[in-house]
């Protein structure tokens, strides 16, 4: 116990004697202790070999303060900061609907303040939780994705509720689709950037789907005529077969890699 | 908090290989003193303690297989005995089974006659293979003589990463990039098989050897030179041959021995890395016994050579494994892999030379020493060779009978008697 007391003293010699420096030597002390205790209960009684063990796994405490300090503001950040801005903001954007609702007197419409400040809400929770999903396991990344797919859908459904204040149901449904379109796109952009299995396939099922949700859309503007616009969805195909020739283009060198033969 | 550690793609293949054998690694070390009991306990625990895998339980729940880090006792690990039948407690000590759902993968023993010592450890094969536990034992007994002489703490074991992929590290980005997409599965069939009896409920696990001498090793090295031929291939084909006079296959058929190679020949560097297993098969084929040893040779020769030629030896079919364990959940990728996996009847590893300074504590080297691969299940054999103080020993771990035993004496009788053969 002593020996480790010394060692995290002299790690720690650079810190500033605060409280918050008493608080890290403390939790640093206390897991030591655990490990030492599993070590000691494993069988190891010489103290300098169980110090220098527990030592190089408690490896640059100074560089663990400055991260600890980082984490712990961002925790309490979070802890305090969340719910407390959260509620500041739905006061907020509940002040704002009272206000513009009394001044333009547009109750019917007005309500779209509240549904957008709520999306807006949601959204930042999950991009929150997004980004801690991203720092867990892999086994935890289809979480993400699904709520990254969950932030378009819901920027989609508010934009096709704004537009629908301003004109009429025809022109604006097609949003939806689009909304579709996001989110596939967003998750096929977060599924490469993070290397994530079976990235390729996603990319050959959403690409067709692309294409009908862009054939559903041109078609409801008239861009195209609903008969005649039907080889769009072909498009998602082509794409896939463009991307299947890409591949092997970009890996034919590694096919037909000689070897150079050392006799 | 449980405290989990990622199952590599070589501890889920050598966990697959549990219907073949029992992917134990055996090693023993003979001394002509005691070493310092106490020292040896500590050293253990900062083994286990760097090598959290050694006190790992494997976890096979179908989904996600991982390792498990579990409490553990050094008595558990380690025991001391003075028997009075050295060979026999040595035997029954190598030959145990640790399950891969213990707290423990590796158990050492120490024991004690006359003022000589002989340290055996028995390890789970899918923590490290035959060329890390070389390693591991290097580091082993450095730490341990360092400990004692100089009192430094033996906290110096290998850590890091012990993923497959490592193998890649020694190619140029090209070449590990042909590397990655070999996935043909070289895996060939051979239906011939060493003639061993059938499976019995009342089987045991035995270890035969066979020792040659430095005047056998020195005569071969130089017939070798002769015949253009490494130790190893001499040695292969000294075992074909034999087996086709074991077994009676007629002289026209072709058989194959598959070989163990180290992948670690294709790494840049195996510091800062873990213990695991980097270890895949070479398949040797000749088309016919040969006229007499010399012929066999030959085919032994050629087969070896085309894979020698080969920059990406041995790394086949890992992409393939790679691909099926990484994309579907465990249950289903080893069903799977089962169907597309044949295990080779007969193999042999040849470990190579244990050097003596790296097993000596506090500088005093052992008298002999062996190791061997796992307990194979009939009608699977691994003939495994090492060499010490120009030694070399033969062994083969078999679970079976008494009659077994006899076949592979037998065996290991035609060896010599072929081996003569080719250095007389």
């Known amino acids: 116990m002593n020996k480790l007391l010394e060692y995290i003293e002299n790690s720690c010699k650079n810190l500033a004697d605060n409280q918050s420096s008493y608080r890290y030597k403390k939790m640093i002390l206390d897991k030591m202790t655990e490990r030492a205790d599993e070590i000691s209960r494993a069988g190891l009684r010489d103290e300098k070999v169980l110090t220098e063990l527990i030592a190089d796994e408690f490896c640059d405490l100074e560089a663990g303060y400055a991260e600890h300090e980082k984490k712990k503001r961002r925790k309490k950040l979070l802890k305090i900061g969340l719910p407390v801005g959260s509620l500041v903001f739905l006061t907020l954007i509940l002040i704002s609907f009272f206000v513009v609702s009394s001044t333009t007197g547009a109750w019917n419409k007005t309500w779209l303040v509240i549904v957008g400040g709520v999306f807006a809400l949601v959204i930042f929770w999950f991009s929150l939780a ?7 396991r892999r086994v935890f990344h289809p979480i993400a994705r699904v709520l990254i797919a969950g932030c378009a859908l819901l920027f989609a459904v508010f934009m096709f509720l704004f537009f629908l204040m301003m004109m009429p149901e025809l022109l604006v449904w097609p949003i939806l689709p689009a909304g579709v379109i996001i ?38 503007y008239k861009i195209v005529t609903w008969t005649a616009g039907w080889p769009i969805i072909l498009l998602g195909l082509v794409a896939d077969v463009a991307y299947i020739i890409y591949i092997i283009i970009s890996n034919m060198k590694y096919f037909t890699y000689k070897q150079e033969v050392e006799e | 908090m449980k405290r989990r550690l990622e199952a590599e793609l070589w501890d889920k293949m050598h966990y697959l290989f549990r219907d073949f054998n029992d992917r134990m690694v055996h090693v023993e070390l003979n001394y002509d003193f005691v070493p310092d009991i106490e020292a040896l306990k500590t050293v253990i625990i900062c083994a286990f303690e760097k090598v959290p895998v050694l006190h790992s339980k494997f976890v096979d729940n179908k989904l996600w297989t991982h390792w498990e880090v579990m409490p553990y006792n050094i008595d558990d690990v380690f025991t001391v005995s003075y028997p009075d039948d050295v060979e026999k407690a040595v035997d029954e000590f190598l030959t145990q089974y640790i399950a891969p759902t213990e707290a423990i993968q590796m158990k050492v023993a120490l024991f004690i006659k006359d003022n000589k010592s002989t340290l055996c450890m028995v390890e789970n094969h899918m923590c490290m293979d035959g060329g890390d536990l070389k390693y591991f034992l290097q580091e082993f007994c450095e730490n341990y003589s360092r400990y004692v002489t100089e009192g430094i703490s033996p906290v110096n074991f290998r850590t890091g990463s012990r993923a497959y992929d490592d193998v890649y590290s020694g190619f140029s980005k090209t070449e590990a990039g042909v590397a990655r997409r070999l996935f043909k599965n070289i895996n060939a069939r051979d239906d011939h098989k060493f003639p061993l009896t059938s499976d019995n409920i009342r089987d045991k696990s035995f270890i035969a050897r066979k020792q040659f001498s430095e005047e056998t090793l020195e005569k071969l090295k ?48 195996v510091d800062n890395k873990g213990f695991t297993n980097h270890t895949s098969w070479m398949q040797c084929a000749i088309p016919e016994r040969g006229k007499d040893i010399f012929e066999t040779v030959k085919y032994v020769i050629a087969s070896s050579n085309k894979f020698k030629k080969d920059k990406f030896m041995g790394l086949y079919g890992l992409p393939l494994l790679n691909f099926g364990y990484n994309f579907l959940p465990h249950g289903v990728s080893e069903e799977i892999i089962k169907i597309g996996y044949s295990n080779p009847l007969m193999a042999m590893s040849n470990i190579g030379i244990l050097n003596g300074q790296h097993f000596a504590l506090c500088g005093k080297e052992p008298t002999d020493a062996f190791m061997s691969g796992a307990v194979k299940y009939k009608p699977f054999v691994l003939l495994t060779a090492t060499t010490y103080k120009k030694v070399i020993t033969l062994s083969m771990c078999v679970r079976g009978n008494e009659e077994d035993k006899h076949i592979v004496n037998k065996f290991f009788d035609l060896m010599e008697k072929n081996i003569d053969t080719i250095i007389a």
């Open chain 1, 130 to 136: 997004i980004a801690k999903l991203c720092t867990m």
């Open chain 1, 183 to 220: 989110a596939l796109l967003a998750d096929l952009i977060f599924a490469f950037a993070t290397k994530q299995k079976l990235r390729t396939i996603s990319l050959f099922v959403y690409m067709p789907t692309i294409s009908t949700m862009l054939y559903i859309i041109l078609s409801a």
């Open chain 2, 222 to 269: 130089s017939k070798g030179k002769e015949l253009g031929a490494t130790i190893n291939e001499l040695l292969l084909a000294s075992y074909f041959y034999s087996v086709y006079e074991l077994a009676g296959y007629p002289e026209s058929d072709t058989v194959m021995i598959s070989n163990a190679i180290d992948l670690r020949r294709h790494m840049e560097s």
